[in-house]
């Protein structure tokens, strides 16, 4: 229909085998929303028919700036239908399509944000079992917001509609605990799956290949994939080592939270690898060995620069964002002035334009100093997690500014 209770259905933007999720426009507000309506499977289920009363109880009281808000809820002619935030970019499935594999940075300033939200909601003791690349929807701004609570898990319920024996979830990313039995999942569970998801951003293959539904889950059970850095030689071996640590079979063996997996993506909480870490590493290839008399390409020139930028913490992408301006460049790293103080060792997820038109880079930064200034504001000292290469750095910068001498 063109119109489902007081919302006027503009066009489909999401089907699945529970519902279907539409663009609309509130008419009485006037205010674009995403309405999700239930399917006939759901209707004539009234267990499923509950998961929709189920998701809207539990998710409408959340707020967190990374989690898609769940704004009402209705039934017509029998329908149950959730009326959500709606979200002017694709999912991380749509983009990955599109676009490929993504850069480290890139591919981290999505997942810690997610993490962040999922802290968030394993604090209120409720597990979302689903995360999947294709639950990630980001914002025409560059935000990742987590979504679709349907086969949400409150530790705290009393609720029974997951049955015993009964695996819930989506086969690549799903934890293995959880088709075994989907009320075991925990945290946990929670985490295996954001590992898998970075896993695919990051090598743009599934983890565990192709092949038929029990294949896939005997290769899960047996630990059996390539380590990401197998696929992505440049890959830090700390990301590496967190995403295999997280996709670990055996749950007692991955992190006990999902702040402890997203300090180990970051380098902040050190593991020592061992023989029991999970993936096979295959050799990368060799590189080519610098010519006699060739000079190695090293970054060295630091740009004197104007760009406004904004900041926030990784560790707490709840919190706010800040204005700054990134006073100097270089490949890897540079010196930002904002009213906020940052402490040494914070890693940031700094985004500042390159381009006129309005184009824009992320990166994850690690602050190295801090100095105050006259004004009452704050310079940070920043290292890239991961340098920039010359030619970006040449993009940014020509015909914008002068060089001036690396300190």
């Not at 007081?6 to 426009?25: H, N, W």
């Not at 959500?84 to 999912?91: C, K, L, N, T, V």
């Not at 914002?139 to 015993?164: C, F, H, P, Q």
């Not at 790293?333 to 402490?343: N, S, V």
């Amino acid at each position: 229909p063109r119109r489902f209770g007081d919302y006027e259905l503009l066009e489909k933007i999401g089907t699945g085998g529970m519902s279907t999720v539409y663009k609309a426009r509130d008419t009485r507000s006037q205010d674009i929303v995403a309405v999700k309506i239930a399917s006939r499977l759901v209707i004539n289920d009234r267990q499923l028919s509950r998961r929709f009363e189920l998701e809207y109880a539990v998710a409408h009281p959340l707020k967190h700036p990374n989690l898609v808000k769940v704004l009402g809820n209705g039934n017509q002619d029998k329908t149950p239908y959730l009326v959500m935030e709606y979200i002017d970019g694709p999912s991380v499935s749509q983009y990955l399509r599109n676009k490929g594999r993504l850069s480290e940075n890139d591919a981290l300033a999505i997942v810690l944000p997610i993490a962040d939200a999922l802290a968030y909601l394993h604090k209120k003791n409720i597990i979302h079992r689903d995360i999947k690349p294709g639950n990630i929807m980001l914002t025409s701004a560059g935000d990742a917001k987590l979504a679709d609570l349907g086969l949400i898990k409150n530790l705290e319920s009393v609720s029974k509609l997951t049955r015993s024996n009964f695996g819930l979830g989506t086969m690549q990313f799903a934890s293995p605990e959880q088709f075994d039995n989907a009320r075991d999942a925990d945290v946990r569970s929670d985490i295996y799956s954001l590992a898998a998801t970075l896993y695919l951003m990051l090598t743009g293959d599934n983890p565990f290949g192709k092949g038929a539904m029990l294949e896939v889950m005997n290769r899960k059970l047996k630990n059996t994939f390539d380590a990401p850095v197998s696929k992505v030689p440049e890959l830090r071996s700390c990301v590496d080592l967190a995403i295999r640590l997280g996709m670990d079979a055996d749950r007692e063996r991955r992190p006990r939270s999902i702040t402890e997996f997203a300090a180990l993506l970051t380098g902040e909480k050190k593991t020592r690898p061992t023989a029991a870490v999970p993936g096979a590493i295959t050799p990368p290839p060799k590189s080519k060995a610098v010519k006699k008399g060739e000079k190695e390409r090293r970054g060295g020139t630091r740009y004197s620069i104007n760009l406004d930028a904004t900041c926030r913490s990784v560790a707490n992408a709840a919190g706010q964002r800040w204005a700054a301006t990134v006073t100097d460049l270089s490949i890897t790293g540079l010196c930002a002035q904002m009213k906020r103080r940052f402490e040494p060792g914070n890693v940031l997820e700094i985004s500042f334009a390159i381009k006129e038109d309005g184009s824009s880079m992320n990166q994850l930064a690690r602050v190295r100093w801090i100095r105050a200034t006259e004004s009452k504001t704050w310079l940070l000292g920043c290292e890239f997690v991961n340098a920039i290469n010359d030619d970006d750095l040449s993009a940014i910068v020509a015909d914008r500014m002068d060089k001036t001498r690396m300190l």
